[in-house]
């Protein structure tokens, strides 16, 4: 593309600039990402896109471009945006922000053009007075969750960035996003939806799994339980299963060997003593049961009071030693 001079030298005025704001302001916004497991990405605009934006006749200042700099916050659900929205002015000011409010649109209800949330926002002065000639400079921050970014990188060359027009291939495009908008909002109102009669429902497993969380709350405190109690009731659902016992049994075993030893110990997880408590337990004859073990196997370490048999060689057992 042909470039006049111009152009080609206030973009090499501006550049320098915007890369030292690009600097600045992407290792500040990559703390606030790390921070909270989000993604970010960012972009200088090249001399081609920066001609070809001026000349949609829609930039006023063009050494003040508010994309010239652009960074993207990528988190996970739509109700993290807020969130994102807060943190980043905290550390930037707020010029304009599109759209303008979230409760409006100019988009037809059959519309899926791109909408996402655009802050513009300026360079706080810094208390230093490091790089004054930064103060004041406007830039772009995008907030998408993790599908509206996918679905960006996927289509942009399709729709934005081409050498020809395709109905076809935009139409398909912004077909995925209206699928990806409908799971957004799925995802987003999951907890109201699930109380829908539609889909307000438990299997068996789900009701035990339930069931033993109750269980292993009311035993243990809240300390020695991990925070992904879900995969403890699971690891100890599979056993039971595996043993051929029931859920119901939980409690008993472990109150078995709370009367055994005289306590919980403190220093052994709630899944160690669940399995100390099958192999202590004689009306459970755990030694009997792991020759039919399946595809289970159970974890056992030094810290835990078994019988002699299960440190015998068993490839039913791992034995961390």
């Known amino acids: 593309m042909k470039i006049v001079k111009i152009v080609r030298d206030l973009y090499s005025e501006v550049k320098p600039k915007y890369e030292k704001l690009s600097e600045e302001t992407s290792a500040t916004i990559r703390r606030i990402t790390e921070s909270n497991n989000w993604f970010y990405a ?10 070809l934006k001026i000349e949609t006749g829609r930039v006023d200042t063009p050494n003040a471009m508010e994309d010239f700099f652009a960074c993207t916050l990528v988190v996970p659900t739509l109700s993290d945006i807020e969130k994102a929205e807060e943190i980043v002015l905290e550390h930037f000011d707020i010029a304009y922000r599109r759209p303008e409010n979230d409760s409006q649109t100019n988009k037809l209800a059959s519309s899926f053009a791109f909408d996402d949330l655009r802050m513009y926002v300026k360079r706080r002065p810094l208390d230093s007075g490091r790089q004054p000639e930064l103060d004041g400079m406007l830039f772009e921050v995008q907030i998408k969750t993790v599908l509206q970014h996918a679905w960006s990188v996927a289509t942009h060359d399709m ?4 050498d020809t027009v395709n109905w076809p291939l ?15 909002i799925a995802i987003a109102e999951a907890g ?3 109380d829908s009669s539609a889909v307000a429902k438990r299997d068996k497993k789900t009701i035990e799994i339930l069931s033993l969380i109750e269980c292993i709350n009311s035993t243990w405190a809240k300390e020695k339980i991990p925070a992904d109690i879900k995969r403890l009731a699971e690891n100890i659902r599979n056993i039971l299963v595996a ?20 306590l919980l110990p403190a220093d052994i997880s709630p899944y160690a003593f669940f399995v100390q408590a099958l192999a202590r337990n004689t009306e459970v004859d755990l030694e009997k049961k792991l020759k039919k073990f399946n595809k289970q196997r159970i974890v ?22």
């Open 192 to 194: 109201r939806l699930a």
């Open 159 to 162: 729709i934005y960035k081409s």
């Open 243 to 262: 043993c051929n016992l029931q859920v119901a049994d939980f409690s008993n075993i472990i109150h078995m060997e709370r009367k055994r030893v005289g």
């Open 170 to 184: 935009e139409r398909i495009a912004f077909q995925v996003k209206a699928m990806l908008e409908h799971a957004e």
């Open 42 to 51: 960012s972009r200088i605009k090249t001399i081609e896109s920066f001609a």
């Open 300 to 321: 056992i370490h030094s810290g835990m009071d078994l019988p002699e048999w299960m440190r015998s060689e068993n490839s039913k057992v791992i034995n961390l030693g």
